[in-house]
């Protein structure tokens, strides 16, 4: 079985100041990472994704997340913040197979003071 | 860009009514997917769907829900019976061979 663990459901940050979001899982196979972002009323946005190969990964708006093995983590950090970072952040995790059902922690709402 | 798309954006319901849920993947995606989330709640896993069948569900996929892809464009979910904690966003999502899935923008469902 394979799980989530976000620490923070919330966040905040004066804008310029740096994002990281936590993110731990557990997982029984080699997992798949991946970061969504949800702004108010819409759905989910793939931010960015941990498959295989090269363990930092860079994804939109300047987003990038590390995967470590060692410490079953893949934090999300952005250097700078800007006012429209503000959204909440899930992670999630899923394992290889037909399915590939998305596995999400409980999310980290991030709000920006200016 | 193509995207995943969902109708209605919200829809309100009595408690025993029947609400079908629709959503229209992007062309070419080959796996199908529902996920809910609860008012201030994780996003739940419901069930998924490939080459015309389920392939994996969850335990909150019970008998009064149904899933079909009735033509092919089309991807439904059904509630037959509707409970009052059945109120969630209800969130399509589709993929092709690769990792990467694509969310709709929800529907909204509201069970009274």
């Known amino acids: 079985a394979q799980s989530v663990t976000q620490l923070g459901s919330h966040v905040s940050v004066s804008e310029g100041a740096l994002v990281l979001l936590r993110c731990n899982y557990s997982?029984?196979?080699?997992?798949?990472l991946f970061w969504y972002v949800q702004y108010p009323n819409q759905g989910l946005q793939l931010l960015l994704k941990?498959?295989?190969?090269?363990?930092l990964v860079k994804g939109i708006n300047g987003f990038e997340a590390e995967f470590k093995k060692s410490e079953t983590s893949f934090h999300l950090t952005k250097p700078s913040a800007h006012m429209s970072d503000a959204a909440e952040y899930f992670c999630?995790?899923?394992?290889?197979?037909?399915?590939?059902?998305?596995?999400f922690g409980q999310g980290t709402r991030l709000t920006i003071n200016p | 860009e193509p995207e995943v798309t969902q109708t209605p954006s919200h829809q309100v319901t009595q408690m025993g009514q029947e609400v079908i849920l629709r959503c229209v993947p992007i062309?070419?995606?080959?796996?199908f997917y529902w996920y809910r989330q609860i008012l201030g709640q994780k996003v739940e896993f419901l069930v998924s769907?490939?080459?015309?069948?389920?392939?994996?569900k969850s335990e909150i996929f019970d008998d009064q829900f149904s899933v079909e892809r009735p033509d092919g464009s089309n991807f439904t979910l059904k509630i037959r019976s509707t409970k009052l904690e059945d109120s969630a966003m209800y969130f399509c999502?589709?993929?092709?061979?690769?990792?990467?899935?694509?969310f709709g923008p929800g529907t909204r469902l509201t069970v009274t």
């Open positions: 997982s029984s196979v080699p997992p798949y």
């Open positions: 999630a995790v899923s394992a290889s197979g037909s399915a590939q059902k998305l596995v």
């Open positions: 999502a589709s993929r092709p061979y690769n990792y990467e899935q694509y």
């Open positions: 941990y498959t295989t190969g090269a363990t």
């Open positions: 062309s070419n995606h080959l796996y």
């Open positions: 769907f490939y080459n015309n069948e389920i392939s994996e």
